[in-house]
């Protein structure tokens, strides 16, 4: 191998790592990503909790075990929906929608169906009755031109 091919090579693995370097460093920082990950929607909750510390120690010789609480800040994370949670979300709640708009609709004809039926029954009580009084006001008015 000739002492310019192998310089050659050298020299584009330094470009290489040089590139990667310059690529890693200059790549977005934390800060971006807790930017964008609050503008979609994420929350973050900072609540304090508490939490034990075990901390062994050898002290001449012998193992001395510490216990100790220490508060920290420890955040919770709620991450915004994905599509795919609220395209299942809708389609739940529009099936639900349905079926009470279907059971909805049911109960209502069934109660005008029930409207109807008293409606003719008093239509019928109402024409008895009206048949019967003219009748009766046939019959007196026949006896009275009849003399």
Same mark, same amino acid.
């Given at each position: #191998?000739?002492? &310019?091919?192998?310089?050659?090579?050298? +020299? =584009?693995?330094? $470009? +290489?790592?040089?590139?990667?370097? *310059?690529?890693? @460093? %200059?790549?977005?920082?934390?800060?971006?990503? #807790?930017?964008?990950?609050?503008?979609?929607?994420?929350?973050?909750?900072?609540?304090? !909790?508490?939490? !034990? /510390?075990?901390?062994? *120690?050898? =002290?001449?010789?012998?193992? %001395?075990?510490?216990?100790?609480?220490?508060? $920290?800040?420890?955040?919770?994370?709620?991450?915004?929906?994905?599509?795919?949670? !609220?395209? *299942?979300?809708?389609?739940?709640?529009?099936?639900? &929608?349905? $079926?009470? =708009?279907?059971?909805?609709?049911?109960?209502?004809?069934?109660?005008?169906?029930?409207?109807?039926? *008293? &409606?003719?029954?008093?239509?019928?009580?109402?024409?008895?009755?009206?048949? /019967?009084?003219? @009748? =009766?006001? @046939?019959?007196? @008015? $026949?006896?009275?031109?009849?003399?």
């Amino acid at each position: #191998m000739r002492k &310019e091919d192998k310089d050659f090579r050298i +020299l =584009i693995i330094c $470009a +290489l790592l040089c590139a990667f370097w *310059i690529g890693f @460093l %200059s790549s977005c920082s934390p800060q971006y990503h #807790m930017a964008k990950f609050i503008k979609k929607g994420g929350k973050v909750k900072n609540d304090t !909790t508490l939490v !034990t /510390v075990n901390d062994t *120690i050898r =002290i001449n010789g012998k193992d %001395s075990v510490i216990v100790r609480t220490v508060s $920290a800040v420890c955040p919770d994370w709620e991450a915004p929906k994905t599509r795919y949670e !609220t395209r *299942i979300e809708y389609r739940y709640k529009t099936k639900v &929608e349905k $079926a009470q =708009i279907k059971w909805r609709t049911k109960y209502q004809i069934k109660y005008i169906n029930q409207q109807r039926k *008293i &409606e003719t029954k008093n239509n019928k009580t109402l024409n008895l009755l009206l048949i /019967v009084v003219g @009748l =009766i006001t @046939l019959t007196i @008015l $026949a006896f009275k031109f009849s003399k």
